[in-house]
T-cell receptor
Framework: NAGVTQTPKFQVLKTGQSMTLQCAQDMNHEYMSWYRQDPGMGLRLIHY???????DQGEVPNGYNVSRSTTEDFPLRLLSAAPSQTSVYFC????????????FGPGTRLTVT | AQKVTQAQTEISVVEKEDVTLDCVYETRDTTYYLFWYKQPPSGELVFLIRRNSFDEQNEISGRYSWNFQKSTSSFNFTITASQVVDSAVYFCALSLLSYNNNDMRFGAGTRLTVKP
């Protein structure tokens, strides 16, 4: 099993550009989530999904969109990148809700100039 | 709203010392779960423990132990006889479950450096 994979590992964007961060898991987990990690702020939940076709907002959803068309994939879209979105992004999955252990991907380091 | 506070931003110890990482949480819910995750220098987060709000028993796993006290809303983590490999950022997290709230809140993390 590859676990949770994320692509790309690094990305530089210019303000206003759009892009999609990819996340995939091969553990047949229903729950998937996206976090951003900023210095001194820990991880903050952006969006999450409790199953295919179901998504909901987390703590900091503005500027991001998600969709969940399959159990395996949970892409995160930045519609118009802003410098405030410079961060490290982590995708995670869990067999249940967050009440269970979450498995994290290796992260994507995004810089918006 | 729920909140997790890890007041210790950075801790530095010498190998074989014991060290305690503090975690204080806030929530109005009576049913919740608390977690600790480790983020080593490689960057990936690793699950350490989960504890539900109805189980206040302390837990020990090798050199790691956790002390959960509802009276003080704390869930502290102790590493006994620390080793260089314990150097990492440690996150405490709180998860609630209600009909329309299914998210998790992390503390800011404590960076532990264990020197040889």
């Amino acid at each position: 099993n590859a676990g949770v994979t994320q692509t790309p590992k690094f990305q530089v964007l210019k303000t206003g550009q759009s892009m999609t961060l990819q996340c995939a898991q091969d553990m047949n987990h229903e729950y998937m989530s996206w976090y951003r990690q900023d210095p001194g702020m820990g991880l903050r939940l952006i969006h999450y999904s409790v199953g295919a076709g179901i998504t909901d907002q987390g703590e900091v959803p503005n500027g991001y969109n998600v969709s969940r068309s399959t159990t395996e994939d949970f892409p995160l879209r930045l519609l118009s990148a802003a410098p405030s979105q410079t961060s490290v992004y982590f995708c995670a999955s869990s067999s249940g809700t967050p009440l269970y252990e979450q498995y994290f991907g290796p992260g994507t380091r995004l810089t918006v100039t | 709203a729920q909140k997790v506070t890890q007041a210790q931003t950075e801790i530095s110890v010498v190998e074989k010392e014991d060290v305690t990482l503090d975690c204080v949480y806030e929530t109005r819910d009576t049913t919740y779960y608390l977690f600790w995750y480790k983020q080593p220098p490689s960057g990936e987060l690793v699950f350490l423990i989960r504890r539900n709000s109805f189980d206040e028993q302390n837990e020990i796993s090798g050199r790691y132990s956790w002390n959960f006290q509802k009276s003080t809303s704390s869930f502290n983590f102790t590493i006994t006889a620390s080793q260089v490999v314990d150097s990492a950022v440690y996150f405490c997290a709180l998860s609630l479950l209600s009909y329309n709230n299914n998210d998790m809140r992390f503390g800011a993390g404590t960076r532990l450096t264990v020197k040889p």
